[in-house]
């Protein structure tokens, strides 16, 4: 478990690094938690690896016109931490505790996972319920893409060659939330939920699965059901009903089990979300 | 037994200060001039002749020093790899080299290496090599192994069965015509594996001049290494050097010899060179052995009292493409034990070893006793329940009472097992369980209580009755008590310290009975040049009684001389003499003491007038301990679950272990131990398959796949102890670093079972994973 040989660049400016990213075969080095084991286990064998560690000003968490923006090298620890998070983005902060552990998220980045694009990760399927608009750098300057759009399959993203994912801008949502996992890390979902309720009825909803599908699904049909009705059980469990998903079977857990695991899950978000 | 003292004494590990601030030394910090770096090539398939194997692409490599396949490693060596055990001497034991030779027998096996001047460019060179397979089926499970046509694994033997014995005692036949009852019922066990932290790794110096064998190897037995390099490399014992840092865990499987390192040397020969070669993680789900896998077919047979006066069945042990050192004794263990605690007069249980496609079996902590037990206490509670009776009235009626007790296969020298369950059972009480339990029904939560009650033979063993029973190696141990010339001692042992405190508890037993402080005392192990031998190692829970009584033995006689010299200095006779913290006094009178370093010197540098006329100078006694029996320890094990009715995902609350392994050395480290194992009982009984797709390839190649329990899946585990003293081992230790794994796997399924009453579950498969407890649920309930 030794990576191939390859070249390596520690870019000094975001328009070195998006340079180098020109050329054939290259890849992004931030906080190595997905790209160095890819690395070492050879599954992954670029040309050149650009290292985006220097790049300070791509390190930051800002509100910015009812948004917050963080920028793609912040670690995932700073935004679990920050208070401007825990604030205007609480969903983003209950997700963050559930990936990896406090040394994976000292040097894991939020840029990063989302650019691994694990249809199973924590911030993938924030970034869809969210509906975050994602910021890239190439060549020909930059362009947003919304997330529902960025994720295009498993570990595949509308990056194109040569863009550098630099930031993400979360919308500030109103509502309690929720993410739910098993305690089993065979079945690998997550769900997240943000439930605004005014006098017992859902104002607004957004609610999204990871690792049901090639990418993070919104429940679209599930918050469509809820918006504008009384929370209760019985209202969430028929909401509920209404979610569908085609999850592949994993190593531990059949497709039938995943599926059925999704429904309890959102359920469960829904449910902790508003008796929060 | 508390007998005063450092044994006993709940005091910290020698071993921690040096671990816990990174100064500890593995095999991976070793690096010797010149060294080079080597990397296996691994077959992906599980069954296939080799038609070729082209390496001159990968030899041109810059950085390349060698390139060897399987024939070129079959060439240079004497013999095949060794199977230590051989538990049926007419079974079948296919002769098997470091790597492939013309066929493929499983996944993972090896096909070439490659020294380099690092690892990278090793594995790069790995990517040059050109194998070309001629792909056979798969038999990758024990039915298509077992099928009337299935393909065979060796082209010299016509079945897939390598071997069949059995284990009988009494007239089992008889039981069974007479019983009132008979019950049945047929377990699968998976495949597992230890999975110790620091993974194996060798480094090999075989100096082509001097054809000296330098060898530093992560494993438990480094007498039993030495040994096997030298029957497979053809050199005389004396010439091999085998050292043994300090091993990030071990847990069994680096009890096992493996091909890996006799590649090592054949590399380390060819090039002149020191070459190291570490498994990786990936690598160590195939090229380490597996454990635990084996179909149980079971039959038991009962009065309507609930006296069971009979068990049968077979043991399948499903064993890999080849045979490891363990060969099949672990299952050989499954099916000797099977009546485990129980006083059960017939027996009659078949053993069938078979082959198929996978990594070889080998040793895991516990051996084949977590299967045994989960056998006797999954069928306790079925009689139970068939009876109408509690468990435990079942498990009193049947427990052995009187000992020494000839089991079916093995002597079990002491025990109190009502006692043990009493001590669980009031654990259970306090902790307010049922209470919990009580609380948890009522509020519609599935929380349930199970128990098992194990034993467990430690300490092996008798060096010639291990001979008869197949062992290539014998079990003693011999140790080396010395104080030096400034008082201070030093205990010389062949036991590994691998993270499991044995320094510490044989300094305790050396401080103790010289009556030293502790930190007086240093304890040196892991290098044949100088460390004594132990006839098997560090395994079968044998470090502590072994080695303990051996050096209590030792340090028994170096204290006879020590108070002799003493006697001579302070004009007294020795019996009058008493040692306390390193300072002998005349008992009744004060002031006429001399210290260790006083006799240490009086031994070694100014013996005039001070060292006997008749005592040689030096003070070191040395001890060969052979057991005349193993010594049994005991433990009730329960455990409080709560299971999530709509996701199947089962949540421990609760984990309490009884145990008695005698004389206990160490509380903390006994304690330690018994937790580590109920870890690993968890990770066994809930989480943990190795797992082989349809095609026979191995899918389990990280620990995202290979699920181990997590700091958040164990509870905390509370220990109470009791102590029943081995009569006859010196000290009265007993083994206890298995225990924590053999009745963990029981008493979770059982505390599930009872947290579920209205699905009358019976649970026979293990790793019972969420999707599997929901299916079963639903089986149950016709949903």
Not at chain 1, 122 to 128: C, G, I, K, S, Y
Request: with cysteine.
């Amino acid at each position: 478990m030794k990576a191939a040989a390859f070249e390596y660049l520690r870019a000094a400016s975001c328009d070195e690094a998006v340079a180098a990213l020109a050329g054939e075969d290259t890849a992004v080095l931030a906080g190595g938690q997905s790209l160095v084991p890819l690395l070492n286990m050879r599954l992954a064998r670029p040309r050149l690896v650009v290292d985006i560690n220097r790049l300070a000003d791509l390190s930051y968490l800002r509100r910015d016109n009812g948004n917050v923006v963080i920028g793609a090298l912040t670690r995932h620890r700073a935004a679990e931490t920050s208070a401007m998070v825990a604030t205007d983005l609480p969903l983003l902060a209950a997700a963050l505790r559930y990936v990896g552990h406090v040394s994976t998220r000292n040097r894991g980045t939020v840029g990063g996972s989302l650019a691994h694009a694990d249809p199973s990760a924590e911030l993938p399927t924030v970034a869809v319920a969210l509906d975050a608009s994602i910021r890239v750098q190439g060549s020909h300057g930059v362009r947003d893409i919304a997330a529902p759009d960025f994720f295009v399959g498993p570990h595949e993203t509308a990056l194109a060659p040569g863009e550098l994912l630099v930031s993400v801008s979360f919308p500030v949502v109103p509502g309690a939330v929720s993410v739910q996992e098993l305690p089993f890390r065979g079945c690998d979902l997550v769900v997240v939920a943000a439930v605004a309720v005014e006098d017992g009825i859902c104002a607004q909803a957004r609610i999204a699965v990871g690792g049901a599908g090639p990418t993070p699904i919104r429940a679209s049909a599930v918050e469509e059901a809820l918006i504008g009705r009384p929370v209760t059980d019985a209202v969430i469990a028929a909401a509920v009903a209404e979610f569908t998903c085609d999850p592949p079977d994993s190593l531990h857990a059949p497709a039938s089990y995943r599926r059925e695991m999704a429904s309890v899950l959102t359920r469960r978000a829904i449910g902790t979300a508003v008796h929060t | 037994m508390d007998v005063g003292g450092l044994i006993g004494a709940r005091v910290s590990r020698v071993e921690d200060v040096r671990l816990l601030t990174g100064r500890a030394r593995f095999v991976d910090d070793v690096r010797e001039p010149g060294m080079l770096e080597a990397a296996i090539l691994r077959s992906p398939v599980p069954h296939a002749r080799i038609v070729s194997v082209d390496v001159s692409k990968a030899a041109a490599l810059p950085g390349v020093s060698a390139v060897v396949t399987g024939a070129e490693v079959k060439a240079a060596v004497r013999g095949p790899q060794p199977v230590t055990w051989q538990v049926i001497p007419d079974m079948f034991h296919p002769r098997t080299y470091a790597l492939a030779v013309d066929k493929v027998t499983y996944p993972g096996q090896g096909i070439a290496a490659v020294a380099a001047k690092n690892r990278a460019v090793a594995e790069d060179a790995l990517e040059l090599i050109d194998v070309r397979y001629e792909e056979l089926p798969a038999v990758s499970t024990l039915e298509q192994a077992l099928a009337e046509d299935a393909p065979r694994l060796f082209d010299e033997w016509p079945s897939n069965v390598l071997g069949r014995t059995a284990v009988r005692t009494g007239d089992a036949a008889a039981a069974f015509a007479e019983a009132d009852v008979v019950l049945s019922a047929e377990f699968r066990f998976p495949r597992q594996m230890g999975t110790p932290l620091e993974t194996r790794g060798v480094v090999a110096t075989w100096d082509p001049f001097t054809d000296r064998l330098d060898v530093w190897l992560t494993t438990q037995a480094p007498n039993i290494a030495q040994a096997a390099f030298a029957e497979v490399l053809g050199l005389p014992v004396g010439r091999i050097r085998v050292r043994t840092p300090d091993l990030g865990g071990g847990f069994g499987n680096k009890f096992d010899f493996y091909g890996d390192e006799v590649v090592a040397c054949v590399l380390s020969r060819r090039t002149g060179k020191p070459v190291k070669l570490i498994e990786d993680r990936a690598e160590s789900f195939v090229a380490t052995v597996h454990s635990r896998e084996q179909k149980v077919d079971i039959e038991v047979a009962a009065r309507a009292d609930g006296t069971i006066t009979g068990m049968r069945g077979t043991v399948y042990g499903v064993l890999g493409g080849a045979l490891g050192t363990a060969g099949l004794s672990p299952c050989w263990v499954t099916a000797a034990s099977v009546t485990g605690p129980y006083d059960i007069a017939a027996l009659d249980m078949n053993l069938v070893g078979v082959a198929t496609n996978r990594t070889p079996y080998g040793s895991f902590r516990g051996y084949g006793l977590p299967k045994a037990n989960f056998v006797h206490e999954h069928m306790v509670e079925l009689l139970a329940k068939r009876l109408g009776m509690p468990a435990h009235d079942i498990r009193r009626r049947n427990f052995i009472k009187q000992f020494p007790h000839q089991s079916p296969v093995f002597v079990f020298d002491s025990g109190r097992y009502e006692e043990c369950l009493d001590l669980c059972l009031a654990a259970v009480r306090d902790a307010g369980w049922e209470r919990i339990r009580q609380d948890a029904r009522a509020r519609g939560a599935a929380v349930g209580i199970g128990y098992s009650f194990q034993n467990e033979v430690t300490g092996l063993g008798p060096s010639r009755i291990q001979t008869f029973a197949g062992s290539s190696h014998s079990g003693f141990d011999e140790e080396v008590v010395r104080i030096d010339s400034t008082g201070h001692v030093t205990v010389y042992t062949g036991l590994s310290a691998m993270g499991q405190g044995i320094h510490t508890a044989l300094a305790q037993v050396a401080a103790h009975t010289l009556g030293v402080p502790l930190d007086h005392v240093t304890v040196l192990s892991g290098d044949t040049d100088s460390s004594p031998y132990s006839g098997y190692g560090t395994g079968a829970s044998r470090g502590a009684p072994l080695g303990g009584a051996a050096v209590r033995t030792a340090a028994t006689r170096l204290k006879a001389k020590v108070l002799r010299i003493a006697g001579h200095i302070l004009e007294a006779a020795p019996e009058d003499l008493v040692i306390t913290d390193g300072v002998i006094a005349v008992r009744g009178v004060p002031g006429r003491t001399v210290t260790m370093a006083d006799i240490g010197d009086a031994a070694y540098r100014r013996l005039g007038g001070r060292l006997p006329e008749d005592e040689t100078p030096t003070l070191e006694e040395r001890e060969v301990y052979d057991p005349v029996n193993v010594a049994t320890a005991f433990g009730c094990t329960a455990v409080l679950a709560e299971v999530d009715r709509e996701t199947g995902v089962v949540t421990l609350l609760g984990y309490l272990i009884a145990h008695d392994c005698g004389t206990v050395i160490n509380p903390m480290i006994v304690d330690g131990q018994l937790h580590g194992g109920a870890a690993q009982a968890i990770g066994g009984a809930l989480s943990e398959e190795l797992v082989y797709d349809a095609d026979g390839r191995m899918r389990t190649r990280t620990f995202a796949d290979y699920l181990l329990p997590s700091a958040a899946e164990v509870p905390p585990v509370a220990i109470s102890h009791m102590a029943t003293p081995a009569d006859h081992v010196p000290g009265g230790f007993k083994g206890m670093g298995e225990s924590g794994v053999i009745g963990g796997g029981a008493a979770i399924v059982n505390a599930i079972v009872d947290a579920l009453p209205e699905y009358d579950l019976e649970i026979t498969a293990l790793p019972i994973t969420p999707p599997r407890l929901l299916a079963l649920m639903r089986k149950g309930t016709g949903r």
